[in-house]
């Protein structure tokens, strides 16, 4: 159910954007341990300029590789959330070449209302999932 927003700037290809896409799901899947077909993802791309991605006075170089990922989920753990985190930055460098300073995560979390997949019902309400 988690939903990832992946804004990148624009040049990777249609691979390295499915290869991006695939590991963040699998550490997507040990860290919130969530079904395998549970996987909603969107990515944006943007020309450079539309991107401004500073390091908060932590001292990170930031380059155009740089990944900002959103996800949208219900209520996680902060050990689940810290776990995410640092799989993400692991398995993307590891797999993808992503330098963990060019990677930012934000999590917005909500409740089971604020759902739905489709049919016009909130299947965490009804009892569907």
Known sequence: MPLLRFDVIEGRSDEELKLLLDTAHEAMLEAFDVPERDRYQIVHTHKANEMIIEDTGLGLTRSNQVVVI????????????????????????????????????????????????????????????
């Open 70 to 129: 959103s996800v949208t989920s219900k209520t996680r753990t902060e050990e689940k959330k810290q776990a995410l985190y640092r799989l993400l930055a692991e398995r993307l460098e590891a797999v993808c070449g992503l330098s963990p300073a060019d990677l930012m995560v934000s999590i917005v979390e909500n409740d089971a209302a604020d759902w739905s997949f489709g049919l016009g019902k909130a299947q965490f309400l009804t009892g569907d999932l």
